[in-house]
């Protein structure tokens, strides 16, 4: 009966190790196989997704419902996120073959004609949008406890997540 049990413990090791490496195949499959408009698209999902945050931490400041220790923390700490998806929208930009990211007027918030851009238009807008999100959140930061500095700082910030909703729909993957 014992003899069963160890061929049963077996079994489980290897199937075990068949998921493990089966998952790890399956990672390393999706990291070589994605296309750069699928990341572009998550990456357009990420920036969004902190311009809200943003936008959550500046509306608690405007109303007094946050520490300033909590909002500048907070703040900083989005600094960091937005930082990230900034440089990685550089490079999307930089892979899509952008002449130069500075000819982008980085306070531009309109979001007229993204339907029908090319992924080097969404990487460009991302990216200009990306660089005034982070200088608002740094602003936050120093600022947030003074309620209609941080209730400016909302309103911008909201305007970029508007800004942000048709860039990201016109770079979904079909």
């Keep these: 009966m014992s003899g069963h049990a160890s061929r049963g413990s077996q079994w489980l090791q290897i199937a075990i190790g068949l998921s493990i490496t089966v998952a790890i195949a399956g990672g390393i499959y999706y990291e070589v196989t994605a296309t750069p408009e699928d990341t572009l698209y998550i990456k357009l999902g990420q920036l969004r997704s902190r311009a809200a945050e943003v936008t959550r931490v500046a509306d608690g400041a405007a109303a007094q419902r946050l520490t300033a220790h909590y909002i500048e923390a907070q703040s900083q700490q989005l600094a960091k996120a937005v930082a990230k998806l900034r440089d990685e929208l550089a490079k999307a930009q930089a892979s899509a073959g952008s002449p130069d ?74």
């Design 101 to 174: 990211a500075a000819s982008v007027d980085s306070t531009s918030l309109r979001a007229s004609r993204f339907g029908t851009d090319s992924r080097l238009g969404a990487a460009r807008r991302a990216h200009a949008l990306s660089e005034t999100l982070l200088a608002l959140t740094q602003s936050l930061a120093q600022n947030g406890e003074s309620p209609p500095q941080a209730a400016a700082l909302r309103d911008r910030a909201r305007a970029i997540v508007d800004a942000l909703i048709p860039i990201e729909r016109a770079a979904r993957p079909s």
